[in-house]
C-alpha cells in the first residue's frame, strides 16, 4: 500500500551521504553494505514509495551513488560542512513544494514516515515537522519546506552548522514515532552494523498509517 499519490507529487526525497565516515575509518558510510546492498540503497527502497521522486546529497563516489538509479548532487558551500549544506544544495535542484529529508545509514525508516510528517505540518502549519522516535529527537528525518532554503544559506555563510539549532528556531512541529521506534535505528560504527544484520531479518514489516487527508 502506498501513500496517495497527490501527497507524493508535492515531496521530492533527499538522502544525506555527504559525510567523511569518520567512526568507519572514513569509509564512505552510505556504500557500506547491510545484507549485500548498500545502506543508501535500503533507504532508497524504504522512501521510493513516499515521495516523487529521489536526490542523493554526497561528496564523493558518486559514480557509485549514481548506479543505484537516483540523481546524485554534492554541495554548494564547499564539501564535509555538515548537513545543513548537504540539504541547501538539494533542495536547489528540486521543484516540489517539500521535501523529505534522511540520513543514508537508517535503513529501516517507517513505510508511513512521509505521511506521518506531511500530516502534522499541515495541520500545525508549519514549516518543518520532525520525527521523535519516543526517546529523542530524530532532527535528521523531517520534512521541510522548500522555502527554507534562503535561511539556511544565510545560516551557512555566516558559519552557523549545528542542525538542530536551526531547525528549532523555524516554525516546527515534532512528530510522535513511539510506537516505531526502531524504525529510527542508525548505523554509526561497525558494531551497529553488525547488530542490524539481525533487527534486519526480524523487524516486521511496517503497515502504513492511515489519516485522514
Known amino acids: 500500500m502506498t501513500q ?4 507524493q507529487e ?26 549485500k546492498k ?4 535500503h533507504v532508497a527502497t524504504r522512501l521510493t514509495p513516499q515521495v516523487s521522486h529521489l536526490i542523493i546529497s ?4 558518486h559514480d557509485q551513488y549514481s548506479a543505484l538509479g ?47 510528517l506531511y500530516t502534522a505540518l499541515k495541520k500545525n502549519q508549519t514549516d518543518i515537522a520532525i520525527a521523535h522516535d519516543g526517546q529523542q529527537l530524530q532532527h535528521m528525518c523531517v520534512l521541510m519546506q522548500r522555502t527554507l532554503l534562503n535561511s539556511l544559506n544565510q545560516e551557512l555563510s ?10 528549532v528556531q523555524q516554525r516546527h512541529c515534532i512528530v510522535d514515532f513511539s510506537d516505531q521506534g526502531d524504525g529510527f535505528i542508525n548505523i554509526n560504527n561497525s558494531q551497529e552494523l553488525t ?11 511496517r503497515i502504513p498509517y492511515s489519516a485522514d487527508l
Not at 496517495?4 to 501527497?7: D, E, F, G, V
Request: charged share 15%; hydrophobic share 45%; aromatic share 4%.
Open 4 to 7: 496517495p499519490m497527490a501527497i
Open 10 to 35: 508535492q515531496i521530492s526525497g533527499i538522502i544525506l551521504a555527504g559525510g567523511q565516515g569518520e567512526r568507519f575509518g572514513g569509509a564512505d558510510k552510505g556504500l557500506l553494505l547491510l545484507n
Open 38 to 41: 548498500p545502506l543508501a540503497a
Open 58 to 61: 554526497a561528496n564523493r563516489n
Open 70 to 116: 537516483y540523481n546524485v548532487i554534492a554541495d554548494e558551500h564547499g564539501p564535509y560542512l555538515g548537513p545543513l549544506a548537504g540539504i541547501a544544495a538539494a533542495l536547489t535542484t528540486i521543484n516540489t513544494e517539500l521535501a523529505l529529508v534522511v540520513p543514508c545509514d537508517t535503513p529501516f525508516l517507517p513505510h508511513d514516515l512521509c505521511q506521518r
Open 158 to 167: 555566516i558559519g552557523h552548522l549545528k542542525v538542530h539549532t536551526w531547525m
Open 195 to 205: 547488530n542490524a544484520e539481525s533487527v534486519s531479518k526480524n523487524l516486521t514489516k
